[in-house]
């Protein structure tokens, strides 16, 4: 099972970052896909969300209006658009991806992409 994260890099406030994640070894359209962020003396926390079948989204209050989650279930790939980047969103993001079938939990993590933003 691999979840490989791309994308992040330095970008200046008010700007856009892409996140991409390639995930491969197990059946991407049964897991729902997530994008968490972790910054330095924090907790990881969830950003984004989208279902199985990319039929419903949720995002944390913080990202609201700026950051739109999506997934290509032929592709295997789920992206994290990232618009009106602040320094708050300075973080490493990282891809999940989930699935729960009968009370049973399957849970795995990329390695993460580092997200700077700074003038």
């Known amino acids: 099972v691999q979840l490989v994260e791309s994308g992040g890099g330095l970008v200046q406030p008010g700007g856009s970052l892409r996140l991409s994640c390639a995930a491969s070894g197990f059946t991407f359209s049964n897991y729902a896909m997530s994008w968490y962020r972790q910054a330095p003396g924090k907790e990881r926390e969830l950003v984004a969300t989208?279902?199985?079948?990319?039929?419903?989204?949720d995002y944390a209050d913080s990202v609201k209006g700026r950051f739109t989650i999506s997934r290509d279930n032929l592709k295997n790939t789920v992206i994290l658009q990232m618009n009106s980047l602040k320094p708050e969103d300075a973080a490493v993001y990282y891809c999940n991806a989930r699935w729960r079938p009968f009370m049973k939990t399957y849970d795995y993590w990329g390695q993460g992409t580092q997200v700077t933003v700074s003038s």
């Open positions: 989208i279902r199985s079948a990319g039929d419903y989204t």
